[in-house]
């Protein structure tokens, strides 16, 4: 293939180079520098929405625990759990159902159950949080429901 001026337009002239090393060392620099950056900030949003997804859910499972409290006059005990929700938890429910309050037992947005404790009369429902452990500051601060209400 030819161009206008008749050369050969694979041709390499011989005032035309590569980049260098040290020019691909700089871009290689400068490109891992922002995704560092980027990557920190994608960090923090994510984190950040696990939070939120965390409260959400804990206000969600505490209608459930209302409704269930409407129909059996209490809510499960800290024994029974959120199972309780899901599947009838027999003689100390008559009124359970007809339907389960929940599809499925709820696991919080790091993949762990919620810790549930209730005498029948209260309930407390705890997302332990990025570090799965009760406890914590920031994203590992636990996440409880007396203090969303």
């Given at each position: 293939m030819t161009s206008l001026r008749g050369q050969n337009m694979f041709s390499i002239h011989k005032n035309e180079?590569?980049?260098?090393?040290?020019?691909?060392?700089?871009?290689?620099?400068?490109?891992?520098?922002?995704?560092?950056?980027?990557?920190?900030?994608?960090?923090?949003?994510?984190?950040?929405?696990?939070?939120?997804?965390?409260?959400?859910?804990?206000?969600?499972?505490?209608?459930?625990?209302?409704?269930?409290?409407?129909?059996?006059?209490?809510?499960?005990?800290?024994?029974?759990?959120?199972?309780?929700?899901?599947?009838?938890?027999?003689?100390?429910?008559?009124?359970w159902g007809p339907e389960p309050y929940m599809k499925k037992e709820p696991k919080d947005p790091w993949g762990r159950p919620f810790v549930y404790e209730s005498d029948g009369g209260n309930f407390t429902l705890i997302s332990t949080g990025k570090d799965r452990k009760i406890g914590g500051d920031g994203y590992d601060k636990d996440i409880n429901s007396t203090e969303l209400e």
């Open positions: 180079r590569g980049m260098t090393l040290i020019e691909i060392m700089i871009v290689l620099v400068i490109v891992g520098g922002l995704m560092a950056f980027l990557g920190t900030s994608a960090v923090g949003f994510l984190n950040r929405g696990k939070v939120d997804t965390a409260k959400i859910q804990i206000k969600e499972i505490s209608k459930s625990l209302e409704a269930y409290n409407l129909s059996c006059n209490s809510y499960p005990t800290t024994d029974e759990g959120l199972k309780a929700l899901t599947a009838s938890p027999g003689e100390s429910c008559p009124n």
